[in-house]
């Protein structure tokens, strides 16, 4: 698998982050497992009836990905990544209340911890791609989430079937 940063990867990130709470973390992710750019996600995401309301939903990444034939299992509590799978990891960014751990992750309501979540791509257990930071060795998730005071609350597990 050669990896290919969407080439509108700025363009469609800023756009999209216009309002707090919104962004194409969840396109950005699949683009880069797929090889795509972030529109041809967002065409797709359209032409199978997927409502974009400014995010994304695990349910509907999870729908778009069966769509495109490939096999998605979650996994919550993952401590090594297979290099045969792709990954699409959802990162909790904590909130400054005490409570640090779910529901809440440092936010007063679980409906406020969820606007204050994203999605970063993990690929050949090698590199992690967030939308916003860019292409990384995998070495530095730690470190990502730890300065950007994330924590990963579970994972999708993808492959694609054989065409």
């Not at 396109?27 to 065409?43: D, H, S, W």
């Not at 979650?74 to 400054?96: D, F, M, T």
Request: with cysteine.
């Amino acid at each position: 698998m050669i990896i290919k940063i969407p080439t509108d990867n700025e363009e469609m990130t800023k756009h999209y982050a216009k309002n707090p709470g919104e962004g194409c973390c969840g396109q950005a992710a699949i683009a880069i497992i797929e090889g795509l750019t972030i529109q041809e996600v967002m065409n797709n995401w359209e032409s199978f009836g997927l409502d974009f309301k400014g995010w994304s939903g695990w349910k509907q990444i999870k729908d778009y990905l069966k769509e495109r034939g490939y096999v998605v299992t979650q996994k919550n509590n993952l401590k090594e990544y297979e290099p045969c799978y792709s990954y699409i990891a959802r990162v909790q960014w904590l909130g400054q209340g005490e409570k640090k751990e779910k529901p809440f992750y440092g936010h007063g309501h679980w409906s406020k911890a969820t606007a204050h979540t994203h999605f970063i791509a993990i690929l050949q257990n090698k590199y992690f791609f967030c939308n916003e930071t860019g292409l990384s060795r995998i070495k530095h998730l730690s470190d990502y989430l730890i300065n950007n005071q994330g924590v990963i609350t579970s994972h999708m597990e993808i492959i694609k079937l054989k065409q």
